[in-house]
């Protein structure tokens, strides 16, 4: 198994070094689940050379309240430097450890090939693609209640409707090898009674890209109370050969390889028997 979406440094708090003992112990916690690599996939807005090239993209939103919600978000966030971050993971391998260098890279609406410059030159193994945001409403933030109050705001098939819309841009960007937690919008519990329509473009997006899709655990600490995709979704993505990595999304090492054997009989279950790996972001088959 694989945990391709791991996290350093929960929210909330500050970024730090990352240390080689700190990445030993992921590799140990996950290696006691039947986890035998896992890749760094840090936020790409946590970077400052993110917030270079990117700051200001939430003034494009018309409402004040939630464009001043991201600014506040995004200030948070960014601190950590690109370089020392990637030298450190870079590090972990040299030392052999089995860890990939990643990043969750988020959708910045009609700014992809800002994000495709600020990342290339980077020794990537594999890149995360996460729609995050609906203009700059951040639906994940229910912590925020600027944010939990836009869940009222706005009917839930809008909601997915703005979601898959980003989330085909994303896709048809090439930026990305892996769309992490794909069916996001349910994370509030809330979902349409027919999701098929939002289904089939989704995996369309993930098929007709080339892209991997992430099954993910993380989906199960969310009020959507599920894992990441639905089984009906798993279901359309194998149905389109659409290659799968495991995830458990941890942000603290608690979480790390969080629920691999339930992921394990899902994958199973959707007629799954491998796995997507990625090194140097080329793709190889990774025995379930
Ligand atoms: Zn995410
Ligand atoms: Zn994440």
Known sequence: MLDYHLHLWPHGTRASQPTLEQLAAYCERAAQ??????????HLYRFRQADA??????DD???LALRAQMKGYWDDHVSADLDDYVEAVLEAKAAGLPVLLGLEVDHYAGRMDEVARLLAGYPFDVLLGSVHWIGAWGLDILEDPVVLAEWDNRSIESTWD???DALEELAGSGVCDVLAHP?????????PA????WYERMAEAAASSGMAAE???AGWRKPAAEAYPAPALLARFHKRDVPITTASDAHDLPDVAAR???LRVMLADAGYEWLAGYRDRRRHAVAL
């Open 162 to 164: 703005g979601y898959t």
């Open 194 to 197: 027919v999701p098929d329509e």
């Open 260 to 262: 691999a054997v339930e």
């Open 61 to 63: 939103e018309p409402d």
């Open 53 to 58: 090239a990117l700051r200001g993209w939430w």
């Open 33 to 42: 689940a039947g986890v035998t690599e896992i890749a760094l996939t840090e």
């Open 183 to 191: 069916d996001l919008p349910k994370v509030s519990g809330r979902r």
């Open 215 to 217: 099954v993910s655990s």
